[in-house]
């Protein structure tokens, strides 16, 4: 996890006057960060993996991903800023399919991972049901989870930081995803019918990420009103990505060793 403590000095102290470019510059920081830059992608952008290794990736990311409007909802239930209640309520609506619960966005991720199981041979291989009763979540995974409810609950400055940090490695973070789900493009018949099995990538790297970005950047503002409270924005931020690091390079050393066996 990054040094809280080594990295305040990345963003110069609070002035009312900058704040806005004080934020940005602060979610700057995510596309340098481990968050982004770790042992996970690399391995899942560059080759082909087998099914067991698949189903490690997709038994972890899929608990995040379930868990992540339960985060959502405790950082709404722990403000009572109006502002920020609605910026996050839009990311939340937005995660829960628009109220479509077949356009939920784990089940978009559960129908693509189905897809890619049958197209390997096995199509319950990779079922989400399956994947929940086999295969146990890795001890970062649950940090990780844990670590969102308690950042997001601790203190409004801290949540908005934490949020802030996690918007702004979203896009990126799906798009390398998709990058990976792209080298097996191959195993589909026709390529219009792989593209309509990545609804779950397209609903994140189009504008719902983008929209997101701006979302936690307004939340941020209604917090950052101080120098103290601004200094736990930026606790809360660098938390956060050291969950994500720790995170995919548990998974990464996981996916290493299902190999093995």
């Not at 992608?41 to 080759?47: A, G, N, P, Q, V």
């Not at 917090?223 to 606790?235: K, W, Y």
Request: contains cysteine.
């Amino acid at each position: 996890m990054r040094d809280i403590e080594s990295s305040r000095g990345l963003v110069t102290p609070f002035s009312s006057k900058s704040l806005v470019n004080q934020l940005e510059g602060l979610a700057q920081n995510v596309y340098a960060s481990g968050a982004l830059n770790n042992d996970f992608y690399e391995l899942w952008t560059s080759r082909h993996l087998s099914v067991r290794q698949i189903a490690v990736f997709a038994r972890n990311y899929g608990e995040f991903n379930r868990a992540f409007p339960e985060v959502l909802a405790v950082m709404i239930s722990s403000t009572r800023d109006i502002h920020a209640q609605a910026e996050y309520a839009k990311t939340l609506y937005s995660e829960m399919g628009y109220g479509n619960p077949d356009k939920v966005h784990s089940v978009l991720f559960d129908a693509w991972l189905a897809e890619l199981g049958e197209r390997l041979g096995d199509r319950t291989s990779l079922e989400w049901t399956r994947l929940a009763c086999e295969l146990p979540v890795l001890p970062e995974t649950k940090a990780l989870i844990e670590g969102e409810k308690r950042l997001y609950g601790v203190d409004n400055a801290t949540g908005a930081g934490a949020q802030l940090a996690l918007e702004w490695q979203a896009y990126t973070m799906l798009r390398k995803l998709y990058d990976g789900a792209a080298l097996y493009k191959s195993l589909w018949q026709a390529e219009d019918a792989f593209h309509e099995s990545c609804e779950y990538f397209y609903a994140h790297i189009g504008a719902t990420e983008k929209e997101h970005k701006v979302e936690s950047l307004k939340a941020a503002r209604q917090f950052a009103i101080d120098d103290e409270s601004f200094e736990r924005v930026q606790q809360g931020f660098y938390e956060h990505l050291g969950l994500f690091e720790s995170f995919w390079n548990a998974v990464a050393r996981a996916m290493k060793a299902a190999q093995q066996h």
